[in-house]
């Protein structure tokens, strides 16, 4: 079964380092998404990206993170200058493709712990 | 602002003691209501999507209904592997893609 593949599953970094969480999405595909999680709390929408460009974001998606897709496979999040709040699960998820209309299918998640 | 309430916040059931989870919401343009299976550490897996009040779906154990305000989560004679949390959420259609916006969830424990 085709399944959205995030990488990597884990990621420690310093407060102000730059962080890039990558996802392969499912192949027939055509819209994407992150969203995170923060420890004990809801699953928050980051963003959602198609035909190459943001089509909407959430509050929290600041200047600090971009998204990018830079090959026909890949979906990137890239945080700039990482803060200790941004510590969290982030979930890749993508839809639009022959199965039932709007369903999004997340990956495993990349935990991000800033120190 | 779209909100999404699930309850009750933990449920214990003994095993084969079926019950009910509930998730209320308001939101404007509602495209769909989605259930979601969580492992601890893992991403959602999908269950459910509810278009239409009245819709009903059943998978296994689980059967999921829609009304106008709410939908429910049924469970049926649970089983130990059905311990987790279920999260549900409403899709909007923003006009270029679907948002998804998730309750905090309904943490199952089926104990033997």
């Known amino acids: 079964e085709p399944e959205v593949t995030q990488t990597p599953s884990h990621q420690v970094t310093q407060m102000g380092q730059e962080v890039i969480l990558r996802c392969v999405p499912i192949?027939?595909?055509?819209?994407f998404y992150w969203y995170r999680q923060i420890l004990g709390q809801k699953v928050e929408f980051l963003v959602s990206?198609?035909?190459?460009?943001?089509?909407?974001k959430s509050e929290i998606f600041d200047d600090q993170f971009s998204v990018e897709r830079p090959d026909g496979s890949n979906f990137t999040l890239k945080i700039r200058s990482t803060k200790l709040e941004d510590s969290a699960m982030y979930f890749c998820?993508?839809?639009?493709?022959?199965?039932?209309?709007?369903?999004?299918?997340f990956g495993e998640g990349s935990r991000l712990t800033v120190l | 602002e779209d909100q999404v309430t699930q309850s009750p916040e933990a449920l214990r059931l003994q095993e084969g003691e079926s019950s009910s989870l509930n998730c209320s919401y308001t939101?404007?343009?509602?495209?769909?209501l989605f259930w979601y299976r969580q492992d601890p550490g893992k991403g959602p897996e999908f269950l459910f999507t509810l278009y239409s009040a009245g819709e009903e779906k059943e998978k296994e154990r689980l059967k999921a209904t829609l009304t106008k305000k709410e939908s429910f989560l049924h469970i049926t004679a649970p089983k130990p592997e059905d311990s987790a949390t279920y999260l549900c959420a409403v899709q909007v259609w923003t006009g270029t893609a679907s948002k998804l916006t998730f309750g905090t969830g309904t943490r199952l424990q089926v104990t033997l």
């Open positions: 998820a993508s839809s639009g493709g022959t199965g039932v209309p709007g369903e999004l299918f």
């Open positions: 939101v404007s343009g509602l495209r769909g």
């Open positions: 990206f198609y035909n190459n460009e943001i089509s909407e």
């Open positions: 192949s027939n595909h055509l819209y």
